[in-house]
């Protein structure tokens, strides 16, 4: 019986009108787009508008490699057009790159017409038949490979075969099905299960993508296994204009750490002695021979790293025949790699961590030297001291975080201070405090005025460079800022703008044009309370002022009593020198590190 819609697929494919829609796939650990895979729409009025429809009905009109076809040249025109940065994964159907007789090089020319390397694009096989024939789909990975393309398999726990599909065609990424990820932070088998994968994924040398992320909660957990990638809607839903940033994912599952030694790369300094260039290649592998543990050993020239020499490189280059006879004689600078890792040692971990997935892709085991700030030799460090401390220093500020907003709490803020008196640079600490906040709490519930905390704590979040700044919420309303740029005035003062311009949403209409509500004060009186305003008492710390982090949190607290008691929102920048008297109006206000 003839398929009705077969028609209608003509008609669209010859008017080409499908719509390419994009989903942001997110890098979890530096929480940035990776890429974007490309989803095909029909007409929203037309019956093929589902994509399952879509290639259903091309199945059953013989018609599937042609819309296949043009569903790649669509997207990578749009994805071109619309200049998106990093991969585009590209859905294929395995029926479709199998057939020994389709056409070549299509997608090449695509590519080319739209100014892109294949090197940009993932081939994601999506399964609608099950895979008969694992040689002749091995032979055509293997050609997509050789042009560039990577290959990524698609719904792995769902489908015919994804297990089997990942051993036989050993793909680049593998997509877990969002089954696994839909209330994983309440389920210890799905949870096992995705740590299982990553560890089969470590062995295979793939990189997993875990789909249908819908919540902060699960992202946070996808983090905390490791995961490589994640994509969902609580990311981006599909669209036509996809952002090119993941605001929302800054810090989730991973709580701002403070800048000390214990947090830099000298917590992973390994003094280890070096060789210098004209080391003989055969004492170089007589002391791996000697010493088994060692993994690599620098190469240092006056005192400055020029290159490493490691351990497996070496000792199966020697292993070949006629290597130890024709080169054992010659120097360590003709094998060695000259193009380390080499950081110094006040190298925040993060920064590190970014450095060492960015640079050293392609073994984990491997070791990176590490300087003082003048760029001379201090010793090496290992990746698996990296990881094994981000995860210690995770865990130990997530006990601190602030459940509400996730945002480190006073036992961080008040480390992150102390690293920075001890590192003597002059920054400033801004102590953030919502006006007027019982009373509207009072009035429309606390579940409203946790809204308004989240808020801020993401206006805040938003103002401040992540990279070098640190935002910490104490408790309740209050929240820490500590700032290193010149320009602290002006990201204030957009911080008290903004907040302006959010406040009258938290109300509702009739309070709204009131310009306020009606409720009691802290002695119970009944009075009239403006619209939430933000007050914040700055502290500008210059070496030697202040001794620890209580000293600083004192005048903090005291400088944001004088800036409530300015109206409306404010900003008080205290002008005393570190042995001004304590405000007479704020004697009573005490330190929010500090015992009430």
């Not at 479709?96 to 739209?114: C, S």
């Amino acid at each position: 019986m003839p398929n009705p819609f077969c028609d209608a697929l003509r008609e669209l494919l010859d008017s080409r009108q499908l719509h390419v829609l994009f989903q942001p796939i997110a890098e979890v650990a530096v929480g940035e787009v990776f890429g974007y895979e490309a989803l095909i729409r029909g007409p929203s009025d037309s019956p093929l508008h589902s994509p399952l429809t879509l290639f259903d009905t091309a199945m059953a009109c013989s018609a599937l490699s042609e819309l296949d076809h043009l569903c790649r040249q669509l997207a990578i025109e749009r994805f071109g057009q619309l200049d998106l940065p990093g991969r585009l994964f590209l859905n294929v159907t395995p029926e479709t790159i199998a057939q020994p007789d389709g056409p070549r090089g299509r997608t090449l020319r695509f590519l080319e017409a739209a100014g892109l390397p294949p090197e940009r694009v993932v081939i994601e096989l999506t399964e609608h038949t099950p895979i008969k024939d694992y040689r002749v789909m091995q032979e055509a990975v293997n050609h997509y490979r050789e042009m560039g393309f990577a290959i990524a398999i698609d719904d792995l726990g769902s489908g015919y075969g994804g297990l089997r599909h990942w051993t036989e065609l050993r793909p680049e990424y593998v997509k877990i099905d969002g089954h696994f990820a839909q209330n994983i932070h309440e389920d210890p088998v799905k949870r096992q299960f995705v740590r299982s994968m990553r560890e089969i994924a470590k062995e295979m040398d793939s990189r997993l993508v875990v789909e249908g992320i819908e919540t902060r909660e699960e992202y946070a957990v996808i983090a905390s296994l490791g995961i490589e990638f994640a994509q969902g809607y609580y990311l981006q839903r599909p669209s036509p204009h996809p952002p090119r940033s993941l605001p929302q994912l800054g810090g989730v599952g991973q709580v701002p750490l403070p800048r000390h030694r214990a947090t830099t790369a000298r917590a992973l300094l390994r003094p280890a002695t070096a060789l210098v260039p004209d080391t003989l290649l055969s004492d170089v592998v007589d002391l791996f021979q000697h010493e088994p543990q060692l993994r690599s050993v620098a190469i240092v020239d006056r005192e400055r790293p020029v290159g490493i020499v490691r351990r497996h490189r070496i000792m199966d280059f020697y292993a070949r025949r006629f290597v130890r006879e024709l080169n054992a004689r010659k120097p360590t600078r003709d094998f060695m790699d000259r193009n380390p890792l080499v950081v110094a040692q006040g190298t925040p971990l993060e920064q590190l961590s970014q450095l060492v997935t960015n640079q050293i892709d392609d073994d984990w085991d491997r070791d990176f030297i590490i300087t003082d700030e003048a760029g001379r030799y201090l010793g090496m460090g290992a990746v698996i001291d990296l990881l094994r401390r981000l995860t210690e220093l995770q865990i130990q500020y997530a006990r601190y975080a602030n459940p509400l907003t996730q945002l480190p709490g006073s036992v961080p803020v008040n480390e992150h201070i102390d690293a920075q008196l001890e590192r003597g640079l002059p920054f400033v600490v801004a102590y953030c405090d919502l006006d007027a906040f019982k009373p509207y709490n009072d009035y429309y519930g606390y579940a409203r005025g946790d809204v308004v905390i989240r808020e801020l704590g993401r206006v805040l979040s938003e103002a401040v460079d992540p990279r070098t700044d640190f935002v910490g919420h104490v408790g309740g309303d209050d929240f820490v800022l500590v700032l290193v740029a010149s320009h602290w005035q002006e990201v204030l003062e957009s911080v008290l703008a903004r907040f302006e311009a959010l406040a009258p949403n938290f109300y509702d209409e009739m309070e709204r044009e009131a310009g306020g509500i009606r409720a009691p004060n802290r002695q119970g009186h009944e009075e009239f309370h403006d619209l939430l305003s933000l007050s914040i008492g700055v502290v500008q710390v210059m070496p030697g002022t202040f001794g620890n982090h209580h000293q600083v949190a004192a005048r903090a607290s005291e400088v944001k009593c004088m800036a409530k008691r300015m109206s409306g929102n404010s900003l008080f920048v205290d002008r005393r020198d570190r042995d001004g008297d304590v405000l007479p109006q704020c004697r009573k206000y005490t330190a929010y590190d500090l015992p009430a």
